[in-house]
């Protein structure tokens, strides 16, 4: 296995300082985030979402890709894949997404999935999703970079199966799938080892995160409810997903997505890679 981050977890990072943060750490490579970059929120405190400082921005040159790929080469780290924030549909933006990741010579990069929200039927979304997955293969013939789905809740991919039902029939060398069992937390629990059998050669990248069942007192909301917490203490059973990884023959990127804020950038990537490497 190897091992990366994510760098939506390190909102407080300049590109540069994660660079020296993950390779101090001993990490293996980096997953950077990659989307437009609003400046009315940059002078908002750093956040996941908001003012997130260790981001790629969409509208950068190649001479700055090149030269942030450089550094990252330097630092003895690879660049496994692009985390794009698109939407279903947009294959303008899923064509910069490759093109940037042929300049940093990632593989892959994250595409979108259609959100179900109640307001349009199972099926129409499905179709959605399909049509623009046509789309992402012929890109993906075109840059040879390939586009991967993630499970995640409030999608029509919250599970393996569904995921799977939504890339099927696709050319995995194009399409994949990020196995993501934090998510599943949330939403899509199913047996990781079945999930994993049937996703067969879609299996592409995965996340490493974890979350927990909490009581809310809020009246407005549902009594419990899923939020984060560290990688080695929520539902998602790690050393068992480890175990199945095993099982089926994955030995790629393990890439960590830790929202659970139990500690400084720094503490959370010595605490992740050295727990995780203890279940390996």
């Known amino acids: 296995m190897k091992y990366s981050v994510f760098t939506v977890m390190l909102p407080e990072l300049s590109p540069q300082e994660a660079i020296h943060e993950l ?77 940037i990741a042929q300049w940093f010579g990632a593989s892959a ?33 075109q840059y040879g970079v390939q586009g991967w789905i993630e499970i995640h809740m409030n999608n029509i991919a919250s599970s393996a199966s569904l995921a799977h039902r939504l890339v099927e029939g696709f050319d995995p060398e194009h399409i994949g799938v990020i196995y993501d069992p934090g998510n599943m937390v949330y939403e899509g629990y199913e047996q990781y080892r079945m999930g994993l059998e049937l996703l067969g050669p879609y299996l592409a990248h995965v996340h490493v995160k974890n979350a927990h069942w909490v009581r809310t007192n809020d009246p407005n909301r549902h009594i419990w409810q899923a939020d984060s917490c560290p990688v080695s203490e929520g539902v998602a059973n790690w050393k068992q997903i480890v175990d199945d990884l095993k099982t089926v023959g994955y030995d790629r990127w393990l890439s960590f997505e830790d929202f659970s804020r139990s500690g400084t950038g720094e503490e959370l990537l010595a605490r992740n890679l050295q727990y995780m490497k203890s279940l390996v």
Do not use: H
């Open 23 to 99: 390779k101090k750490a001993g990490y293996d490579g980096v997953e950077w985030r990659v989307t437009a970059i609003d400046p009315a929120k940059q002078e908002e405190p750093p956040s996941f979402w908001g003012n997130n400082r260790c981001t790629v921005d969409t509208q950068s040159s190649e001479e700055d890709i090149l030269s942030l790929k450089a550094e990252t080469e330097l630092a003895g780290l690879e660049i496994p894949a692009l985390a794009c924030y698109l939407q279903c549909g947009d294959v303008e933006g899923t064509a910069r997404g490759m093109q």
């Open 109 to 141: 990069i994250r595409v979108g999935v259609p959100m179900y929200n109640r307001s349009k039927r199972y099926q129409e979304l499905l179709e959605e999703g399909r049509s623009y997955l046509e789309e992402v293969q012929k890109l993906s013939r």
